[in-house]
């Protein structure tokens, strides 16, 4: 299976339970999890992760999260809100109504772990540069694992090692997946 085959709307999610070893050295780092892509989705992905004690990698084609809002909306404005007087105090009603920022863990009394979006823009309709700056704050203050740099090129099932046998023979092979970097590493993945 190409990566061309694969619908874009699931790219982001893929955190399909891998157990991904990155060839890069005498030790592969293996993760139960890969999450392909660190925009909103990707990240909120990997914080629940994180949140649940899960292991864990987000493999980012760019050098920062969110870099499709470096181009899009054209016009260089999000159309979602940023509503930040609800008139109410309570927290979790306020998020409801805060369509851009990710969810979050709560602290004890109410208090958002995660930072809010409201610390990088006050606009009711902010510059898409600001969505960008509060997706790398939501990465590093939860200090989320992103791999930047990393450009998935190619996604099979079960890649043959040459000898006869699968890479992850130890694995239902209707259930194993190789994702090849621009480099040619391999990440696999179940």
Known sequence: MQLSSVPLSL????????????????????HDYCVLGAGPAGLQMGHFLQETGRDYVILERNHEPGSFFAIYPRHGRLISINKLFTGRHNPEFNLRHDWNSLLGAVRGRGQPRAPLFSRVSSALYPPAHSLRRYLSLFAQELRLRVRYGVDVAGVSQGTSQGNGE?????????????????????????
């Not at 790219?11 to 293996?30: E, M, T, V, W, Y």
């Not at 699968?166 to 590493?185: P, W």
């Open 11 to 30: 790219l982001p999610l893929l955190a399909a339970q891998c157990l991904c070893s990155l060839a890069d050295g005498p030790h592969p780092r293996r």
């Open 166 to 190: 699968k890479e992850c023979d130890r694995f239902d092979q209707s259930q194993s997946y190789t994702l090849t970097d621009q480099e040619g590493l391999n990440y696999t993945c179940r």
